[in-house]
């Protein structure tokens, strides 16, 4: 997300953030009806934090707590809220703060502010904020905080915390319809059994100041709260690339422990983590049919995400976007790095298992923008730098507004970044990832699949070899990603037509994926059920010819001194000058089903130049009737294998596809084809 909008609503840093390290978590008295603090064993079969509705936790005291002082019902713009320590007790009915814009509770430190039942503090939208200030040790519980702000002056903005203030506790409460983000957080923060919906941009967010050398904020804990339906104001349709939007984000923090949460039908990512987050847990939370991704771990460190429910999220967002996989859970520019604090994982590594994974749009993918590393213009981040270098110097807005670069020609991420350690340091690297033991499961049946990206495990990374100081290539990042890195996918189990992508997106099936040089998913099940309608013989050539029969211009023999894999391949030899093709014999072909597909096929000359076969598909009903046709093509054979894949949707009534291989040549040509897939 970029700085400069966060800029609009930061407060000045405190000077008592400046000495926070690692504060304790605030206390909080039991309660009969609260479900404690607990770390799940495995994922939750109902969703664990079921709050908005339900008076018996969300309820407050009834009558006011042993020295409290009543603030009334009513018009409370003229109450004394300056008592320092005290608890403030809200009767029964509706508290407003007059219709000045700035109408706000001004916290003070040490106060507890506790709802009767009933209790409903509402801004009208005519007031910005509820509960603002710096101070420590503020709580807020048991009370309906609703409809403050106006629109676009909450942009970037917190109702409850506004200036993500330390050591507050927020309990039992519903922040909803507010405008902005309903809670923001500081260091020390305890947010817990909360509903936070449907609120404008999120339901939490936080911001602090950056601190040269240090996380602006630690020690946050998020428990047992409904976050739903949060984004009400579509700021993705509103501010160009504004990444800015969901359920809730985290930025810079040291240490979060979300757990036991229900993330579920918010208008964006469900939890998005964001610059410099670092020493992450995400455990025993329900995550499910967010518009975008379930988990977005975006240019930070060292987490574990392990015991979440993950179901049906990124549907919109995967459709929207085609070039992006619209994963459950992607991990942009994040990894493993052992300088940093690493108390969830055991290790410097971002660790994901144990989880369950149900018709997401995609799966888990590891990210990295070749473009994108400290003191770039492809940083969105502006004003940040890798935990290892200082930003100073480098601009948070662009400094000529015609001419978006905050780019320093000072920064030693440009004067001395193809050298040690700047190489290595200047970059957010995807690396040190490791995603084992986890069930996925995927029905491209229910999921509304499009593009090339649906029901796909990802290492890939993107870019363009377009900045000319730059020491890093695409090729260089994508093989990184791929092979160095330290990435691993292992011990998994898969059901449903599973695909893995690689390189620039490029996606490959299961063998493939497990194979060398990408040896992934070793020790993994279920991956081999991607399903080609092709019988075995007609894809592969092992047994005999399969289906193909010579149509025209070409004879066509089982070849078994030349493969891609196993022991044969088709040998086509061109019989006349004016082309040639190749049907199936078993009109109407094969049977199949409508969804997203995969046509691949690999080709390699034997004699003759120019030779480029297609691979053609119909897609008949139930009647025979034609419903759609598509193609995939190589490029010029040569005398290595190459692939040509494509990435089609069968339409709504098919039952049955056929297939013809066809191209052009001259008498005397040949070629040989393999591994034909039509599947998914």
């Known amino acids: 997300m970029p700085l400069n909008h966060l800029r609009r609503t930061a407060t000045a840093a405190s000077t008592l953030l400046l000495l926070l390290t690692a504060l304790p978590l605030p206390s909080e008295a039991a309660q009969p009806t609260a479900p404690a603090l607990v770390t799940a064993t495995t994922w939750p079969a109902t969703p664990p934090a079921q709050i908005c509705g339900n008076s018996g936790l969300l309820d407050g005291p009834a009558t006011p707590p042993a020295g409290a002082v009543t603030v009334p019902a009513g018009d409370n713009s003229a109450f004394d809220f300056n008592r320092p320590g005290a608890t403030l007790w809200f009767a029964p009915g509706t508290h407003t703060l007059g219709d000045d814009i700035y109408g706000q509770i001004i916290a003070r430190a040490g106060t507890t502010y506790v709802g009767a039942p009933g209790a409903v503090l509402d801004g009208q939208h005519k007031n910005l904020y509820a509960f603002t200030g710096e101070v420590a040790g503020v709580t807020v519980k048991y009370l309906t905080i609703k409809n403050f702000g106006r629109g676009l002056d909450n942009f970037n903005a917190g109702v409850v915390n506004h200036d993500s203030g330390p050591e507050w506790t927020i309990r039992f409460n519903t922040v909803a319809g507010n405008d902005g983000a309903g809670v923001f957080l500081g260091s020390g923060n305890l947010l817990a ?67 036991a949460n229900w993330v579920h039908d918010n208008r964006g990512t469900g939890l998005w983590a964001d610059t410099n987050n670092i020493d992450f847990l995400f455990d025993g939370n329900t995550i499910e049919a967010n518009d975008g991704e379930g988990i977005w771990y975006e240019i930070s460190y060292n987490a574990t995400i392990r015991n979440n429910r993950i179901a049906r999220n990124a549907w919109v967002s995967g459709r929207k976007n085609l070039g992006s996989p619209g994963p459950a859970i992607y991990l942009s520019e994040s990894g493993g790095d052992a300088r940093l604090r690493s108390t969830t994982s055991g290790a410097a590594k971002i660790r994901i298992y144990a989880n369950s994974f149900e018709d997401n749009f995609s799966g888990v993918s590891i990210f990295e923008n070749a473009n994108r590393f400290c003191n770039s213009n492809g940083n969105t981040s502006t004003g940040y730098c890798t935990p290892f270098v200082h930003p100073t110097l480098i601009p948070a807005e662009p400094r000529n507004p015609d001419y978006p670069d905050p780019v320093s020609w000072n920064h030693l991420c440009y004067t001395a970044i193809a050298t040690a350690p700047y190489t290595n340091d200047c970059r957010w690297r995807s690396k040190n990832i490791e995603i084992s033991d986890n069930d996925f499961a995927f029905d491209p049946a229910v999921v509304p699949c499009a593009g090339t990206f649906c029901g796909v495990q990802a290492l890939f990374a993107t870019g363009a070899d377009n900045i000319p100081w730059s020491p890093y290539t695409v090729a260089g990042i994508q093989n990184d990603v791929m092979f160095h890195n330290g990435n691993s996918f292992h011990d998994n189990r898969y059901s449903g037509g599973w695909r893995f992508a690689k390189g620039y997106g490029e996606t490959i099936d299961y063998a493939t994926w497990r194979a060398a040089p990408y040896n992934q998913d070793g020790g993994s099940t279920g991956g081999s059920t991607n399903r080609n309608d092709l019988d075995a013989d007609t894809a592969g050539l092992e047994g005999s010819i399969g289906q193909w029969t010579s149509w025209f211009g070409a004879g066509i023999s089982r070849d078994q001194t030349v493969a891609h894999t196993g022991s044969a391949s088709l040998r086509i030899a061109v019989t006349d000058p004016w082309g040639w093709g190749v049907q199936l014999g078993n009109w109407p072909g094969f049977s199949t089903s409508p969804g997203v597909k995969i046509l691949s096929l690999w080709g390699k000359l034997g004699s003759g130049s120019g030779l480029r076969p297609r691979l053609q598909v119909k897609w008949l009903d139930a009647n025979g009737n034609l419903l759609q046709a598509d193609e995939v093509a190589l490029p010029d054979l040569t005398s290595s294998w190459q692939q040509a894949t494509a990435h089609v949707t069968a339409p709504a009534g098919s039952a049955t596809v056929t297939a013809y291989l066809v191209g052009s040549g001259s008498s005397g040509d040949s070629l040989y084809l393999d591994d034909i897939t039509i599947g998914h």
């Open 193 to 259: 059994d909360n509903c936070l919906r449907d609120n404008g941009q999120y339901g939490f967010s936080m911001f602090r100041p950056p601190i040269e050398g240090d996380s602006a904020i630690k020690e946050i804990t998020l428990d047992h709260n409904e976050i739903t339906g949060n984004n009400t104001d579509d700021w993705e349709s509103r501010v160009e690339y504004c990444g800015c939007t969901g359920g809730g984000k985290f930025w810079d923090v040291l240490g979060a422990r979300v757990t």
